[in-house]
Nanobody, 118 residues
């Protein structure tokens, strides 16, 4: 029903910036909240940032002031602007979206690697 395609990951030096994008395609339903999560090797997947379809945002403490989440509802796309990157930001970043039909279902993208070198 919904496919999420991420792009924008890569290798960057500490202090640098990257912008991730996640485009959703759907056949039915309404996309609600969208977000970004990340998973580093040997660690559990953790929340990075979320945004409702009304624009309300929420951030993990570790990224506040450095990352900015935004979305374009017309394009069904969510973005993550990452500035002042640190080596500890290295992880696979996953896009997430909640879609409402008769119920609510969560969907994940395939992930995009972000590597920050020191």
């Amino acid at each position: 029903q919904v496919q999420l395609v991420e792009s924008g990951g890569g290798l960057v030096q500490a202090g640098g910036s990257l912008r991730l994008s996640c485009a959703a395609s759907k056949t039915i339903g309404t996309i609600g909240a969208m977000g970004w999560y990340r998973q580093a090797p040997g660690k559990q997947r953790e929340l990075v940032a979320t945004i409702t379809n009304g624009g309300k945002t929420n951030y993990a403490d570790s990224v506040k002031g450095r990352f900015t989440i935004s979305r374009d509802n017309a394009k069904m796309t969510v973005y993550l602007q990452m500035n002042s990157l640190k080596p500890e930001d290295t992880a696979v970043y996953y896009c997430n979206a909640w879609v409402m039909t008769t119920g609510v279902s969560g969907y994940w993208g395939q992930g995009t690697q972000v590597t920050v070198s020191s």
